[in-house]
């Protein structure tokens, strides 16, 4: 069951209840042992998300465009909390010299970053900006962010 819902969730690979119950047909007419059905699949998921919690929220932008997000304080207490985890983590920032190993060199990535990785969005008082994306002041001029902070 854990490799069947490792496929059908790769977030690269979206699958259709139909497709998904095709693969299970076809792995059953090949004679795989234990293939679980689609209501077993999705009751997994289910119970999965009500002891861990979802940590995916939808975001609608102000154009309308659909984001989904993550809770990464929540992601990060879960990596602090395992103990697989968490020893393999390294909380202090290193400076090697001529390149940067962590995103967490901030002063650098503030004042020197390329356009590719800087933040793409500010969340200000439960609202979220994207750069490239015209937004209006409080004056009600209009701009379009290249970067944040």
Known sequence: LFLTDL????????????????????????????????????????DLCRLVGDPTKKVVSPSGNIFYINDIGAA?????????????????????????????????????????????AVRVEGKIFFTQELLQQSDVSYFIPERFF
């Open 76 to 120: 990060v207490a879960k990596d602090y909390a395992n103990p697989l985890t968490r020893f393999a983590m390294s909380d202090f920032p290193e400076d090697r010299g001529g390149y940067m190993s962590e995103a967490q060199h901030g002063f650098k990535m503030l004042r020197n970053g390329p356009e590719g990785i800087v933040t793409p």
């Open 7 to 46: 496929l059908l969730t790769s977030p690269r690979l979206r699958f259709l209840d139909a497709q998904i119950s095709a693969m299970l047909r076809w792995a059953k007419a090949l004679h795989a042992r234990d293939v679980p059905t689609l209501y077993a699949i999705k009751k997994m998921r289910q």
